[in-house]
Each structure stands twice: as C-alpha cells, then as structure tokens.
DNA sequence: ATTCCTTTGTGTTAGACTTACACAAACAAA
DNA sequence: TTTGTTTGTGTAAGTCTAACACAAAGGAAT
C-alpha cells in the first residue's frame, strides 16, 4: 500500500482506500503467504503484504485481482474480502482505510510474477514470519488466518490450495496443517467422501506404503460453499484495534 | 448516505468513504430495522439505511457509533463490521464505498432521537420493508440479516435484543422470530442452560398459564462470543454486486 | 518367492449428542 | 374443584462422533 514516494499526497480532504491482499498458497506442505518489502518510507525495507490504491471508478475485488496479478500473475484464484481496516493512525503520513481481501493460490501455480527483485518478494511460512511488518499488517495476517482457519471446517476451501489432482493423504495433511492439530484419517475421509465434492482419477504412489488413489474436486455447489463441518465452530473476534 | 444538497462534491480524485448502519431492533416480537427518509436526491423521498461519511480522522467504527447515536440517541449497544460494498456505481453521482455495520438495540431501548419527522424516521419489520430502498441497501439489508441468523445459531447475540431481564420463552421466540421456524422448547431450554450464561432473578406471568422465572444474561465471556450451536452452519455468501 | 515394513483404505463399536415427545408443575378462570 | 394454558423437566430412540482395529497394496530386504 501506498507504494512510491510521495503517493497519494493530494490534497486530504477524503480518506485514501486502499485495497490490501493476503495471499495464501501451500509450499512443502505447508501454509505460506507472499510478502513484499517496501521500497519506500514509511517502513522502508520493511515486509509487507501486497496492496495498493483503488481507482476510482474501480470494483473493490477488481482492484484486489489486479493487485494479484500484478504480484503473482495469476487470475481465476479464490478471493474473498476479509474485513476493512480503518484505524486513524494505521498509515503515518495520512489517513488510509484499506480493504482486506485474502486469495487461495493453488500448491501447482504458485510463481511469482516479476518486477521485482528476488529478495524483495517472497513466501514466508505462517509458522515463521516476520517479526516486524509494516502498518497493521500482523495484524491483518492473524484475521486472514483466522477466518482461513474457521472456514476450513465448513467449506471447501482447502480444495482451492491444492493441485486440481490430489489424493487423500494431501487433502488431509493440508487440513492438518492450516488447522494445526492432526485428525482421524477413516473419519476423515469419511466426512470427504460422504460430501460428495471429490471425482475418482487413476492412482499414485508415495513414501513407502500403499498408494493413495488420485482424486479431483467436483462439487455441484459453488466453489467454497457449506459442504460440510468437522467439530465446534470457532470465533472469529473482531481485530483488537477496532475494540 | 450522502445527506444534504449537493454534499460531498469536492473534486473526486478519491473515492468518498461512508458508514451504513443497519440497526436492529425487536418490536412487538418481530425482527425490525431502522430506516430513514431520504431530502435530497438522489432517491429522494425513498427509504435509506442510516449513514454518512467517516471524518477525516475517525475511526470507522466511531462513525458508526455517531450516526447511531445521532439518530437513536444510543450508545453501548452491539455493533459489528458487516462489509464493505464498493461497486463503482451504487451511487449515481460519485464514487462512494461503502462500510457496513449492523447494530443490536435492546427491546426496552429502542426509541428515535428527534431531528427527523416522524414521518421521516420509522422501524419496519424484516417482513415487510418497503419495496424501494435507496442505493443498494436491499443488499446490505440482506447480507446484515444472513450475518445475524448465521451467528445466532453459536453466539449469544439474542441476548442483546431482548430487554435485560427476560423469560426463557421471549428468547425462545426471539430465536424463532429471526430464524424463521420453530424450535423445541425443550430442547432450546436445556441448550441455553447448559451454557451457564443466565442469571436467575424472580418470577413473572404470562399470557395464561404458568409464569416463566426472570432470568439475566451473565456471561463470563465476552459479549458475542461463542456460546453454543443449534444446527448445521449456515452459508453466508457473499453479495451479488461483489461477484 | 516370502517376509517385513509402511501407508492407504474400510469396518466397527462405545459413547455422546440430538430429536421428538410425554408428563408434571404452576397459575387463571370458570 | 375442575379445566385450560403455558412453563419446565424427563426420557427413549435415533443419529452422529471418536477411537481404534484390521485388511489391502505396494516396496524392499532376505
């Protein structure tokens, strides 16, 4: 957000809106989210999270995929909005309120697109951010994560992280993952299975053992709608500075 | 939204930035919202959500409170981030985008703070708002009572339409009001017990028969929090104009 | 080939929870 | 005292969940 220097100082009769993107994908096996780091002041060689102006005669999701595809190249990815953060203070030069989306980046597609200097963008696992990002982005991160996490129990959404191809084994280890605890595997595949979301392929083999049969996401339903749900809903609290 | 002639037209480099506020309310045991008469054009003399613009450098949540406590008079009630609706044409004039929160006011509290006609100004039923509404306010109408059903169901947000003390059968009717069917006493009674959240008081009559003990909500969680669940989740899907 | 090891996939059972409904309790009115 | 109405509690059948056992399918070692 507010990249360059000396964006965005019209004169400030209204507050700026920008529009920031959380993206997600699945890397090693594990959780990872795209980071920036900035060019310019504030937070200089800071990290942050891609984001930018919305235009003004510009749909807000249109402005989130553009930002997507300015840093990853890829349309036709999930994306939803997440929340809008509006805190005076969050931007020191001016008043910004940003509009949070988060983006699913399937685990086979996950390039960076590029002008930017290699060690200027990067996938950081959720497990090992960071300590410092720029503006309120932690905490934007930890609501993304959040509601990641609480969909995951009722939705499809983990679908739109794999491969379009996946077996079992996958699916299950990236629930594991992303909800950080592990579950019954005949349970699982149980629930999966009674969904009625997954369409047989052919078969593949893995480390060791028997191997797992290869599956693609089917659903009659919309991507990411109520499939089905695997215990207690969590909450979802509000972000701390909009207490 | 954009009140006054001719509000809000410094020259639009940016887009404009507003709270909408849909409050509700229980009135003669039925779910109602707030809704205001629109001066000016456009959609002038057509039903509006109450609104207007964030200032400069106040929080959107403080916006919100104000416009509630403008045409309420009410502070301390629920209040809560719904989304945000920017398509870049929901106002014929300029670019407005549009944060939405929906506030909770208690039973024995919903009265209208007085700059309005009466004839401006009025509560309608869930069930029979008007036809026209201005902008796309049908859309935040619906999306602020899916969010509300949805969260029912595993938090106790009832709790903060009903007045502060009340009998087990008003929340029963409560829940049933907004939910749109019935529910078995039985069984809702010993969910809300299990929950440790009610606080006995006294006892009371009814229409008829046996009088219903006096209860209060006392919880030793936060408000809103997670509480229990009734059924299956429910799907929130997000708005048309966003898709 | 046979055995062993590892991982996938399916079955099963005890317990928890849900649903539906019955019945007792408390009051008003006749 | 009886009848009607609504609140409050009990309960039994059915469903779902969690935990775990076991069979199946491959590779590797002997």
Redesign the interface.
């Known amino acids: 957000m507010l990249e360059g220097p000396d964006a965005a100082f019209?004169p400030?009769?209204?507050?700026?809106?920008t529009v920031d993107v959380v993206i997600f994908t699945l890397q090693e096996r594990d959780l990872h989210v795209l980071l920036l780091k900035r060019r310019y002041p504030p937070y200089q060689g800071v990290w942050a999270i891609p984001g930018g102006f919305?235009k003004?005669?510009?749909?807000?999701?249109h402005a989130a995929r553009r930002e997507l595809e300015e840093e990853t190249g890829l349309h036709d990815v999930y994306l939803?909005?997440l929340?809008?953060f509006?805190?005076?203070d969050r931007d020191p030069r001016t008043?910004v309120?940003s509009?949070a989306y988060f983006a699913l980046v399937r685990a086979d597609q996950h390039q960076i697109n590029g002008s930017h200097e290699s060690s200027d963008i990067g996938w950081f696992s959720t497990r090992s951010l960071p300590q410092a990002l720029a503006f309120d982005h932690h905490e934007i991160l930890r609501f993304a994560l959040d509601r990641l996490r609480s969909k995951l129990e009722?939705?499809t959404l983990a679908f739109q992280l794999l491969s379009e191809v996946f077996t079992l084994p996958e699916l299950k280890q990236t629930y594991e993952q992303i909800l950080g605890e592990t579950l019954d595997r005949g349970n699982f595949y149980r629930k999966i299975k009674e969904a009625g979301v997954l369409e047989p392929v052919g078969g593949q083999r893995e480390s060791g053992g028997r191997p797992a049969a290869l599956y693609r996401f089917c659903s009659s339903r919309?991507e990411g709608?109520?499939v089905f749900?695997w215990r207690?809903?969590?909450?979802e609290?509000?972000p701390e500075s909009?207490r």
């Open positions: 019209a400030p009769d209204r507050p700026a809106v919305v003004l005669h510009e749909a807000l999701e939803e909005q929340y809008t509006g805190a005076p008043r309120i509009v009722y939705t919309r709608d109520f749900r207690e809903a969590r909450l609290s509000p909009e």
